[in-house]
Every structure is written in structure tokens, then in C-alpha cells.
T-cell receptor
Framework: GAVVSQHPSRVICKSGTSVKIECRSL??????MFWYRQFPKQSLMLMAT?????????EQGVEKDKFLINHASLTLSTLTVTSAHPEDSSFYIC??????????FGDGTRLSIL | DQQVKQNSPSLSVQEGRISILNCDYT??????FLWYKKYPAEGPTFLIS?????DKNEDGRFTVFLNKSAKHLSLHIVPSQPGDSAVYFC??????????????FGRGTQLTVWP
């Protein structure tokens, strides 16, 4: 069964709306969670790394005020896309790791901004 | 700058035969490598991994080979099955300690296994 749960799986909303995506580790404590973005036929691009209880580390070119990440507990991280615009439409995937387990991924969120 | 490269965007193999997916990397600090399988509209699923202290790791139909001197790894699937049709991502990490840390991904190879 799934070890990382990501919700929602699909979001369609109007331009200017803020969207929150949740990522939960189901049966292990995720000391670190990662947020990726994937464009069609492209690799997974890391957006940010978040450690429980501390501020996220963003990759170069990723706007931290645009993509707000909160990792308040060892089982939950959230990504909020603020004031989303059509160019933010993409497939967002989270992953979580803890101990010596390889990263497990959520099923992703398809975000479509109209 | 792509530090992990999968130069074949697609591979087509007949059912029952061997599928060989290739991956090259440029960063000599990478010491842990993973293969993920991804279906459309789903997140990647971990398949198999290998540490740099090994040159081969096997799990059922899946075997990963690592050639550190060539900075090359490959995933062998034998026998291939239609259900193996998916995008396969190669990933690498250079973080040690209690977690694997950041993963660097290739662009993926679409494997199609036909009957």
C-alpha cells in the first residue's frame, strides 16, 4: 500500500487563487520531505527540501513567496501555491524519507490554472 | 546542467525478452543510485537501488549494474512483461548519514513491452 499520501490528486481553479497541497507519510516518520515539479516529458525538478520544524530550503529559481512550504510535523508537509497563474499549471509531486528508507513518493497533484 | 542522463527517451521490447535501461552520471560524488518506475498521473514508485560499494544488485526480475569507472548504471528487466510498460527514472544521491537526501533525476525512459 501507499506509504506517502498526497492530496488533492487534481485541482482546477481560476487565476489568482491560492492552492494548498498536502503530503503525508503514512507509516513512518518523515524527517525530510521534498517537493518536485514535473513538466511534460521532463525530469522531476526539485523545488524545495523541508525538514520538520525548520524553514524549507528552496532551489535556485524557485520563488519562496510563491511556493510556501510548511513541515509542521513528522508526517505532514504542505505546499501552497499562492496567487496561482496559468504558468504554474504543472504536476507537483512530494516525497518523504526517514531513517534509511529510500524516498517514497506521493501520487502527485495535477494543478490546472484557468 | 543535467548530472544524471538517460539518453534514450524510449525503448520498445517484446514480452519475454530482456529490457536494458541505461543511465549515465557526471558527478563522482554520487554514491547511491535508485531506479523508479512511473505510470501516468502517478508518483514514481521505488524499484531497486545500489550503493557505490557494490557493482550489482538483484531483486527478482530486476537487476541493477553499476560501473563506477564509466559512471554508468543500467537496469535489466528479464523477462519483460507488458505490465512493465512505464517511464523509468534513474536517480542519484550524494548524501550519506541517516537520510539519502536530495535526489538528482534523469529525464526518464519510456519502456513499452509488447506481446
Amino acid at each position: 500500500g501507499a506509504v506517502v499520501s498526497q492530496h488533492p490528486s487534481r485541482v482546477i481553479c481560476k487565476s489568482g487563487t491560492s492552492v494548498k497541497i498536502e503530503c503525508r507519510s503514512l507509516d513512518f516518520q518523515a524527517t525530510t520531505m521534498f517537493w518536485y515539479r514535473q513538466f511534460p516529458k521532463q525530469s522531476l525538478m526539485l523545488m524545495a527540501t523541508s525538514n520538520e520544524g525548520s524553514k524549507a530550503t528552496y532551489e535556485q529559481g524557485v520563488e519562496k513567496d510563491k511556493f510556501l512550504i510548511n513541515h509542521a510535523s513528522l508526517t505532514l508537509s504542505t505546499l501552497t501555491v499562492t496567487s496561482a497563474h496559468p504558468e504554474d499549471s504543472s504536476f507537483y509531486i512530494c516525497s518523504a524519507e526517514g531513517g534509511m528508507q529510500p524516498q517514497h513518493f506521493g501520487d502527485g497533484t495535477r494543478l490546472s490554472i484557468l | 546542467d543535467q548530472q544524471v542522463k538517460q539518453n534514450s527517451p524510449s525503448l520498445s521490447v517484446q514480452e519475454g525478452r530482456i529490457s536494458i535501461l541505461n543511465c549515465d552520471y557526471t558527478n563522482s560524488m554520487f554514491d547511491y543510485f535508485l531506479w523508479y518506475k512511473k505510470y501516468p498521473a502517478e508518483g514514481p514508485t521505488f524499484l531497486i537501488s545500489i550503493s557505490s560499494i557494490k557493482d550489482k544488485n538483484e531483486d527478482g526480475r530486476f537487476t541493477v549494474f553499476l560501473n563506477k569507472s564509466a559512471k554508468h548504471l543500467s537496469l535489466h528487466i528479464v523477462p519483460s512483461q507488458p505490465g512493465d510498460s512505464a517511464v523509468y527514472f534513474c536517480a542519484a544521491s550524494s548524501d550519506r548519514g541517516s537520510t539519502l537526501g536530495r535526489l538528482y533525476f534523469g529525464r526518464g525512459t519510456q519502456l513499452t513491452v509488447w506481446p
